[in-house]
């Protein structure tokens, strides 16, 4: 059974920075590109960030780029999306993501806040 997890969200002010993490079990983790998307209130899903399966290709929406950087820990099926310099309009859901031949895996989301 694939499970995604993701975890970090917060209430973090305007410029702070928040590490957001996932884990993916269930699969062969290291075979697998892994993928970060937002969904704010009342707006569609989101592309935010990529990464490939050995770390050497990296992916971001011109929004985040500079901001927003996406690694991984295949030894311990993890992906990572460390957020600096947080903006209100970087509020939103977050949610990970991958997709094997079968099936595209989501998580549940997790909540990011930026607010003073």
């Known amino acids: 059974q694939v499970q995604v997890v993701e975890s970090g969200g917060a209430l973090v002010q305007p410029g702070g920075s928040l590490r957001l993490s996932c884990v993916a079990s269930?699969?062969?983790?290291?075979?697998?590109?892994m993928f970060w998307y937002r969904q704010a209130p009342g707006q569609e899903r989101e592309f935010v960030a990529s990464?490939?399966?050995?770390?050497?290709?990296?992916d971001y929406d011109d929004s985040v780029q500079g901001r927003f950087t996406i690694s991984r820990d295949n030894s311990k099926s993890t992906v990572f999306l460390q957020m600096t310099n947080l903006k209100p309009d970087d509020t939103a859901v977050y949610y990970c993501?991958?997709?094997?031949?079968?099936?595209?895996?989501w998580g549940q989301g997790t909540q990011v806040t930026v607010s003073s």
């Open positions: 990464i490939i399966s050995n770390s050497t290709i990296t």
């Open positions: 269930g699969i062969a983790f290291s075979n697998y590109a």
């Open positions: 993501s991958t997709s094997t031949r079968e099936c595209t895996y």
